[in-house]
């Protein structure tokens, strides 16, 4: 571990400053997890300060993370230790996986990074360097496959010194060393042993099946201005965001350019006298790439007339302590 970056939350042993540090990195870069990482600890700062958390503040802390079911996984699984445990950690891998949102990489982080218990891990870095390691010729994502790479995990964690130093080992050489591309192979540590690097293939694992096409969306955005206020309306449940805040959207069926966009617009409020346009937004979720044309008009205090419960006045200065989804704050940006 003498090599491995100096990052917050291997600072201590805590478990659930741990729990928490590896719920944010879940498909988050480092880079973008720290400033989040800090912030919601100073806020949250225990188990039990979490538990009894307000969901629309920790959504709103959340905001421009992503995946936001993570947020709320992570308040229902406080709750749940608190209730039946204490508060505490359960040790027993079975029972720990008991509490929402802790799956078997986060019980096996927990447990061996916290507790040094001879658990195993697997997240992206370490499928790489086993994949690489051991010339893993099928596809990642078959389940025989994701057998075989937990199948090696426990055999490397049960014959570690310490399975807390080994499990942070290889999840920091498969994200500093043995990288997605252009691997470090002259500086890994088990370079003569790794079937990659002994046949000089290493980038040809691991296998993945082909990836799904993007599908392109196109939508409006419509940003009500009023009184140093701006509309936004309440994500519904098992929809894109939901539960979050957005500015209302009209989807396309195909691509508009910002002519054709505005005159959907006259059309569809044909009570607003003006739109002026901001600078276009592409937002990637999931195999979805979204092409947004934000319009933003000012309006008077009867040109909407009295909005639906869904929707709501924010002050501007407020928006971003707001739980929006990363796609309104870029529009805030272009706003500013």
Request: aromatic share 12%; hydrophobic share 35%; glycine share 6%.
């Amino acid at each position: 571990m003498a090599h491995h970056r100096k990052l917050p939350w291997r600072a201590s042993h805590n478990p659930y400053s741990i729990w928490v540090s590896e719920v944010m990195l879940q498909q988050t870069q480092v880079t973008t997890v720290l400033p989040y990482y800090q912030r919601f600890l100073q806020k949250w700062p225990t188990l039990q300060h979490l538990a009894e958390s307000d969901e629309t503040e920790l959504l709103a802390a959340w905001s421009g993370l992503g995946y936001y079911s993570r947020a709320r996984n992570l308040r229902r699984g406080a709750r749940h230790l608190m209730d039946h445990h204490d508060g505490t950690f359960p040790h027993d891998p079975a029972t720990l996986k008991e509490t929402p949102g802790i799956g078997p990489y986060t019980a096996g982080a927990i447990l061996s990074i916290a507790f040094d218990l001879a658990e195993p891990l697997v997240d992206g870095n370490v499928q790489r360097v086993f994949a690489r390691f051991y010339g893993e010729e099928r596809h990642i994502e078959e389940r025989d496959t994701q057998k075989q790479f937990w199948k090696w995990a426990r055999d490397w964690v049960m014959h570690a010194e310490s399975p807390r130093a080994l499990n942070q080992a290889l999840m920091e050489l498969g994200a500093t060393v043995c990288t997605k591309s252009s691997p470090k192979c002259s500086s890994c540590p088990v370079k003569d042993s790794c079937f990659g690097n002994l046949h000089q293939c290493p980038e040809t694992f691991p296998r993945r099946r082909p990836r799904r096409k993007v599908k392109e969306l196109y939508w409006l955005g419509v940003v009500f201005e009023q009184n140093n206020k701006l509309l936004l309306r309440k994500n519904p449940t098992g929809g894109w965001w939901q539960d979050l805040w957005d500015f209302p959207t009209i989807a396309l069926g195909k691509k508009s350019d910002l002519k054709r966009a505005r005159t959907f617009l006259q059309k569809h409020y044909p009570q607003v006298g003006d739109w002026t346009a901001l600078a276009p937004q592409k937002h990637s979720v999931t195999h979805h790439r979204i092409h947004l044309h934000p319009f933003v008009a000012r309006i008077t205090n009867t040109t909407l007339g009295k909005v639906p419960a869904s929707e709501r006045w924010w002050a501007i200065d407020k928006i971003d302590s707001a739980p929006t989804s990363s796609l309104v704050k870029k529009v805030m940006r272009a706003y500013y």
